[in-house]
């Protein structure tokens, strides 16, 4: 199993960066996905989740609502966070992760800095 982050970076305030996890190892469709982030110093917090099958369930964090966005392609195995107007406390490493029932599996992270 693995779950491989990529996309994140350095950004201005109000910019803006599309994450990517490429999944691999299970059967994709059958999990909710998830991004997680985790700011130094800070417990890692969920940040949106996408449900299993054809992903019409979607949820956010308060603090993202209306600026990231969750989605996913089962074809290809991978789901995105898209960010916008990217705000200094944006800053932590993201996490992608897949969970059915019991099973659980993460990433290993990207780091996103958000900073003028």
């Known amino acids: 199993v693995q779950l491989v982050e990529s996309g994140g970076g350095l950004v201005q305030p109000g910019g803006s960066l599309r994450l990517s996890c490429a999944a691999s190892?299970?059967?994709?469709?059958?999990?909710?996905m998830s991004w997680y982030r985790q700011a130094s110093g800070k417990e890692r917090e969920l940040v949106a989740s996408?449900?299993?099958?054809?992903?019409?369930?979607?949820n956010y964090a308060d603090s993202v609502k209306g600026r990231f966005t969750i989605s996913k392609n089962n074809y290809k195995n991978m789901v995105y966070l898209q960010m916008n107007s990217l705000k200094p406390e944006d800053t932590a490493v993201y996490y992608c992760?897949?969970?059915?029932?019991?099973?659980?599996?993460w990433g290993q992270g990207t780091q996103v800095t958000v900073s003028s």
């Open positions: 992760n897949a969970i059915r029932a019991s099973l659980g599996y």
């Open positions: 190892g299970f059967t994709f469709s059958w999990f909710g």
């Open positions: 996408i449900s299993s099958g054809g992903g019409s369930n979607t």
